[in-house]
């Protein structure tokens, strides 16, 4: 994080020159004098404490970038609608993009409401020159439904498999699984360790994240909760679990080195883009879940079965770290959608999903390639170089040219 424009002594002259200003009327005459390039130290010295590590590098930025540049020399009384809308008109002429033009008028938000509560500004005044720029509409995930999520780990288990990484793809299904199932955020799945798993009750416990850094008994709700999974979905962490892979004490999800990074998260995210084209191409019908799908899209799935499947609100909301009111809010038309259709247990329609695509073979067959006391007994029998995974129906098959001949036959 770069603070060059901190100044420590700037922030020590202010507290000298206020300490003698006794009256409100003489710290609005001290604000009339006031530049910003001078306040924003002091803010930075007595706000940044209290803001989380990644806010601070975020609004340091914007200072750096879209507050000094522009306004460090105005003094901060002459902020007012024409002064603040001529950095709005700069700002975009110089080409920045609409979000960051956003942020930095709420870094000066803050910085301003500061100032008027330590009398320097008029208390109020400065809220209507910031009225936050108008919303885009949200486009929403779309939810999975399990037969798609199976479709996706079998997608995942067979692509890795064939290009020789059975445990890139058995840890890439067990995320997608404990994501779908468990409802657990990417940053959640991360920071998972191996002794959260609570085999006996049949859940994880969300304790720690690894977003930007990892952050222990920092969930974003700021509260621990238990994330129970459905049978299928415990049995796919224990099988992942049973490789040797993750060490008692380790992280649950590590990479090929035993390690979880800032970087893991979107180091996987990139390996989903091929598969989603992958799916769009054997089912242009899924187009809507499939198009703009990430794996935050899987919480939103979490959310969805379970509530069709007849799970009552509460006990979900529970599960997924939110308050009843909250779910509702969110998933109101899943609600509506569950009432008088039938109802199937969330386990009973994963099974069946499974049993029709093949995924806890694909599974099985990866982990007896990482099975120290069966791999030098595993022959090859796909290949790995200059080879195509095709979604054909339900079955995954591999095909390349070798001299003129078009070689083809099933991924396992």
């Given at each position: ?161 064939l290009r020789g990484h059975p445990r890139r793809g058995l840890r890439s299904a067990t995320l997608v699984s404990v994501m779908a199932y468990g409802g657990l955020r990417p940053s959640e799945a991360m920071g ?31 509260e621990r909760r238990f994330a129970r999974l459905p049978r299928h979905a415990m049995r796919d962490l224990e099988l992942w679990i049973s490789t040797g892979l993750v060490q008692p004490l380790g992280w649950l ?145 591999w095909s390349r040219q070798n001299s003129g001949e078009v070689q083809q036959g099933d991924v396992i």
């Open positions: 994080m770069s603070t060059a424009w901190f100044d420590l002594d700037a922030v020590r002259a202010y507290e000298d020159r206020v300490g003698t200003l006794g009256t409100a009327e003489a710290r609005r005459g001290f604000g009339q004098e006031l530049r910003l390039s001078r306040w924003i130290p002091v803010w930075w010295h007595h706000q940044a404490a209290l803001l989380a590590p990644s806010t601070q590098r975020g609004y340091a930025r914007q200072v750096r970038d879209r507050l000094l540049p522009y306004l460090g020399d105005a003094l901060v009384v002459q902020l007012d609608v024409a002064a603040l809308s001529l950095w709005v008109d700069l700002m975009r002429s110089d080409g920045h993009p609409a979000i960051q033009i956003h942020r930095a008028r709420t870094v000066l938000s803050r910085c301003l409401h500061h100032a008027a509560q330590r009398g320097l500004l008029p208390q109020g005044n400065f809220i209507r020159l910031l009225d936050p720029l108008p919303r885009t509409p949200v486009r929403r995930p779309r939810p999975l439904s399990p037969e798609q999520t199976e479709h996706l780990r079998a997608a995942l288990l067979a692509d890795d498999g998972a360790k191996r002794h959260h798993v609570d085999h006996a009750a049949g859940g994880i416990w969300v304790t720690d994240v690894m977003s930007t850094e990892h952050r222990i008994d920092q969930t974003k709700t700021g999800f590590p990479n090929r080195f035993g390690e979880v990074t800032p970087n893991s998260y979107s180091n996987w995210v990139r390996s989903l883009g091929p598969l989603r084209a992958a799916m769009l191409a054997a089912h242009p019908d899924w187009r809507p879940e499939f198009e703009r799908f990430s794996p935050g899209a899987l919480r939103h799935t979490c959310a969805s079965v379970r509530l069709r499947s007849g799970d009552p609100i509460a006990e979900v909301a529970v599960d997924l770290g939110h308050s009843a009111e909250t779910l509702i809010r969110w998933y109101a038309h899943e609600v509506r959608a569950s009432r008088g259709a039938p109802v199937e247990p969330l386990d009973q329609q994963i099974g069946r999903a499974r049993e029709q695509i093949g995924t806890d073979f694909l599974a099985r067959r990866l982990f007896h390639l990482l099975d120290p006391n069966s791999r030098r007994r595993q022959k090859r029998t796909t290949p790995s170089a200059g080879a195509q995974l095709r979604l054909v129906g339900n079955r995954f098959v």
